[in-house]
């Protein structure tokens, strides 16, 4: 359902949340996350762009979060990435289809749903998990 850069986002944010207080560079983040090093950077730059991470350059620089981890929601990550899009319209563009037939209304209100489910979690939610699984991560990112 998600596309892959939504992944890696999610991948990504993840794994600089599980250690706010240090840097991590590229090579790492693409290490820790199975992100192709080129894709990851496009999916920091997105993040940035969106003001989800930020960068330094030189020496212990790398990537950080700019907001804390309880302040970013799976939904904020994936609208950074990849905006989920809703139904406003009939997308056949029939000219007698003044509001959305029941197809599409439906269609719509599943992606409603999925917003409202994204939105509710924070990513400090999921690294806080009882769950002996690492979220998003195969082993610990740091």
Known sequence: MLPKTAEYALRTVAC???????????????EQTKVPRRYLHKVLQSL??????????GPGGGYTLARPMDEITILDVVNAVAPMERIR???????????????HAELDRSYAATEAAFARVTIGELLR??????????????
């Open 16 to 30: 600089l949340a599980q250690d706010s207080s240090q840097s991590a560079s590229a090579d790492h983040l693409s």
């Open 48 to 57: 940035a762009k969106a003001q989800l991470v930020q960068s330094r350059s």
């Open 89 to 103: 319209h009939c997308p056949l563009g029939l000219p007698t289809h003044t509001s959305l037939c029941p197809l």
């Open 129 to 142: 998990s009882t769950s002996k699984i690492i979220p998003l991560c195969d082993v610990a990112c740091r």
